[in-house]
């Protein structure tokens, strides 16, 4: 996936998120992010992941209907629909880590909030993604964040791609 396909499923976020609108929501609502709240669920996430660890990713990722997608090109590949495939996270993150595959953040860009209904705090990054049968390989993503005053935050995009330069 491109940095210009991400771009463009990244945008399609705001037009989702005010449709949904109307949708069965969190009794507290999320609020506007700040940007060392993002940077420590992006840390989180890392960790979680690097760690295996499903129980705390599953509690990292926003539930439906505020969830949009985890997308990534192979190996493991998720793409759209099954990127928005919420209840296959789970089992995804469990057969990832058992193919040893691990992310090293390296530079995070917090953009700002998104300020919708709900509003998102949204993030771009670049990594180094390896797994055994993947070598350490840059990727470079988007992402968009719930933040909340009395609750964990979560992740309501993760979407990244090999990096094109």
């Not at 990244?10 to 999320?30: C, D, E, M």
């Not at 940007?35 to 990722?61: K, M, P, Q, S």
């Not at 985890?70 to 089992?91: C, H, I, K, N, Q």
């Amino acid at each position: 996936m491109t940095r210009a396909a991400i771009a463009v499923v990244i945008g399609a976020l705001a037009l989702s998120a005010a449709s949904s609108a109307g949708s069965a929501a969190s009794p507290v609502p999320p609020k506007l992010c700040a940007r060392a709240e993002i940077g420590r669920l992006v840390v989180r996430f890392i960790d979680a992941f690097n760690a295996g660890d499903v129980v705390r990713l599953d509690r990292i990722f926003a539930r439906r209907p505020d969830f949009r997608w985890y997308s990534t090109d192979a190996p493991g590949e998720r793409f759209l629909p099954v990127a928005a495939d919420r209840p296959s996270l789970r089992g995804y993150f469990a057969r990832q880590h058992a193919r040893g595959e691990t992310l090293v953040l390296g530079e995070l860009k917090i953009n700002g909030n998104t300020r919708a209904v709900k509003p998102y705090g949204n993030f771009e990054y670049e990594l180094v993604r390896s797994a055994d049968d993947l070598p350490a390989i840059p990727y470079q993503g988007k992402g968009a964040a719930h933040c909340y005053a009395r609750r964990a935050d979560v992740l309501i995009v993760w979407s990244m791609a090999r990096a094109s330069g």
